[in-house]
């Protein structure tokens, strides 16, 4: 079982910058491959980034290459997700899950992760 708790939103304007954290818990941690998720309102859930247990693949949405960077800490058993130049359309509840890290998975669709966090709100303002 992983725990999966998200930080960081919160509300910041166009061109802004944002850090999310994603904490987890449970003795085999490190070893999920994690992702960051989002729901803008009235929206389906989108995938927006992924990174292997390794850290040493990542892989993006395009509408978010150039501005937002994972990144995780296995000793800590936290993720990060750096956001930076934001914008409206970056407004949603971002959700980080974890996925068993199979080599064949493409860690793209939310299918593919059995944990997930509660979310937290990031309000980006034109």
């Known amino acids: 079982q992983v725990q999966l708790v998200e930080s960081g939103g919160g509300w910041v304007q166009a061109g802004g910058s944002l850090r999310l954290s994603c904490a987890a818990s449970?003795?085999?941690?490190?070893?999920?491959?994690m992702g960051w998720f989002r729901q803008a309102p009235g929206k389906e859930r989108e995938f927006v980034v992924a990174?292997?247990?390794?850290?040493?693949?990542?892989t993006y949405v395009d509408s978010v290459k150039g501005r937002f960077t994972i990144s995780r800490d296995n000793a800590k058993n936290t993720v990060y997700l750096q956001m930076n130049s934001l914008k409206s359309e970056d407004t949603a509840v971002y959700y980080c899950a974890a996925a068993l890290d199979r080599g064949w998975a493409v860690l793209t669709t939310g299918s593919e992760y059995v944990y997930w966090g509660q979310g937290t709100q990031v309000t980006v303002s034109s």
């Open positions: 449970g003795r085999t941690a490190s070893s999920y491959a």
């Open positions: 990174i292997r247990w390794s850290g040493a693949t990542t």
